[in-house]
């Protein structure tokens, strides 16, 4: 079992962008599916919300919130995860978190559910302001 590290949230004004990393060590999660979660203010874990997934050909998935205006990417010679967002919104305020497991075509047949997968890091939080 490898470690997953998320980086890279912080705060910003509504319009600006960040990108968050996620480094992972001890395993090889280039077979595994890969995906982004947020959970808000006020929401237990089991209703942590799936940005976006992506697989390892490369195919990727996103909540209608966020697209056009995320991107979810995998650096496999790096083994690290990013979410580049831009156009931020208030509404996008949240714990962000990586996730990984190794059943690809179940975790990653959408945006992701919090129980489908096994390996999570420890959050990185985004604030948006208005």
Not at 1 to 10: F, H, I, M, T
Not at 40 to 62: F, L, N
Not at 97 to 123: N, V
Request: charged share 20%; proline share 2%.
């Amino acid at each position: 079992q490898g470690d997953l590290v998320e980086s890279g949230g912080g705060s910003v004004q509504a319009g600006g962008s960040l990108r968050l990393s996620c480094a992972a060590s001890g395993n090889t999660y280039s077979a595994y599916c890969m995906a982004w979660f947020r959970q808000a203010p006020g929401k237990t874990r089991e209703e942590r919300e799936g940005v976006a997934t992506i697989d390892s050909d490369g195919t990727t998935r996103y909540v209608d919130s966020v697209k056009g205006r995320f991107t979810i990417s995998h650096d496999n010679a790096k083994n690290t995860l990013f979410l580049q967002m831009n156009s931020l919104k208030p509404e996008d305020t949240a714990m962000y978190y990586c996730a990984a497991d190794p059943t690809m075509k179940w975790a990653c047949r959408g945006t992701g559910q919090e129980r489908d997968f096994s390996y999570w890091g420890q959050g990185t939080q985004v604030t948006v302001s208005s």
